[in-house]
């Protein structure tokens, strides 16, 4: 039976389970200019089921084998035109693979793969912006193929110059995952010397949670930045930060050049990132925290800020070109609610 072509280009959203791509997956269907598929590790997920659209079950993106396997069933049948990959994981799976899928003739909105090894390396992005003069929390990297004495003589060392307490975390990762407070100089070396992984040290900035800054940014093709967009934390999922569940709209200009000028040491960019900032009440300057190489998780206020990312990011895939920035409102706030999503009948296979 011959398939028939599309009324709409068809846009895979991954990740839906989880904000980001529970509001790419909002903020594109509110544009009615595509077909969306929504794609979820998780069976269990609402926005698999609540939206009306097609849906379909991905494989964890940990077995890269299957879940590659099973996105280029999804494009063959559903006649996908763009994934837009909303959690790291399928962001570097996808990136690995891109040719594979770019052959299948799917657009991705990511960059070259060593590109985005180096942005989201914490301890490589954080030197990065430091040596070209970005404000940073003092920070070194501690390697995990150093022995026992090496690692205590580095945290002696970072010790001189920087006081407890210090916030420890890999140098890849995200959504707070592995990140600690440390207190004490035994507790830092305690924690050492249980990593096989490269650990990146930090000062730790006295904030309250109103001092948490991002920067969205997308680029285009050629790596052109074509829209920009800034706001503030005002509510955080973990006392001491993680994933917003409010925020308000607000230009800073300074950490958006900021974030470009980084961007533009690290390589040629493509599709969507959001950068973190936080502002130190010590010196009122907004130091570099992280790159997150996708669509963010609160990115639904920039929609209600009259600048839709997904769709954005969508048209730059499929037409290389998002039009005009059109800005943004100051003052737009978001908070994040919770909603139940009642069946007649349960619309997936129930374990037993």
């Known amino acids: 039976m011959k398939k028939t072509t599309p009324a709409k ?9 989880a904000p980001p791509g529970l509001n790419t997956l909002r903020a594109l269907l509110e544009t009615n200019l595509y077909e969306v598929v929504a794609a979820d590790a998780d069976k269990y997920s609402p926005a698999l089921y609540g939206f ?13 084998e299957h879940f590659i ?24 799976a996808i990136a690995r693979h891109a040719r594979e899928l770019t052959d299948l003739g799917v657009r991705l909105p990511i960059p070259e793969l060593d590109i985005l090894n180096r942005a989201t390396n914490k301890g490589l992005a954080t030197m990065t912006a430091r040596d070209n003069g970005i404000p940073c929390p003092e920070t070194i990297i501690v390697p995990a193929d150093h022995g026992r004495a090496e690692k205590d003589a580095a945290v002696a060392a970072f010790h001189e110059g920087c006081p407890l307490p210090w916030i420890l975390k890999p140098v890849i990762g995200h959504g707070m995952r592995g990140v600690t407070r440390i207190n004490s100089l035994d507790e830092a070396r305690t924690q050492l010397r249980g990593q096989n992984q490269d650990i ?9 949670v109103g001092c948490m800054h991002i920067v969205g940014l997308l680029y285009d093709r050629e ?50 990132l959001m950068t973190e900032w936080l502002r130190d009440p010590r010196d009122n300057q907004f130091k570099f925290i ?15 800020s009259g600048s839709n990312f997904p769709a954005a990011t969508a048209a730059v895939c499929l037409n290389g070109d998002a ?7 100051e003052g737009v706030t978001m908070l994040r609610i919770t909603h139940d999503l009642i069946f007649p009948e349960c619309p997936f296979e129930l374990d037993v």
């Open 200 to 208: 990146i040290i930090q000062e730790f900035i006295p904030a309250p």
């Open 52 to 64: 009306k659209v097609p849906h379909v079950i991905l494989p964890r993106a940990t077995d890269e």
């Open 9 to 17: 280009p068809v846009v895979l959203v991954t990740a839906v389970g």
């Open 223 to 272: 790596g052109r930045v074509v829209r920009r967009f800034s706001s503030r934390s005002i509510r955080t999922l973990y006392p001491t930060g993680g994933p917003a569940t409010a925020g308000v709209s607000v230009l800073v200009p300074e950490i958006i050049e900021d974030t470009i000028r980084l961007l533009a040491r690290i390589g040629r960019w493509r599709g969507p």
């Open 69 to 92: 396997g099973a996105l280029k069933k999804i494009v063959r049948q559903y006649r996908v035109s763009a994934i837009l990959a909303c959690i790291e994981e399928e962001v570097f």
């Open 290 to 304: 992280e790159i997150n190489p996708r669509i963010w998780g609160y990115s639904y206020l920039a929609a209600g």
């Open 323 to 329: 039009g005009p920035d059109p800005g943004f409102k």
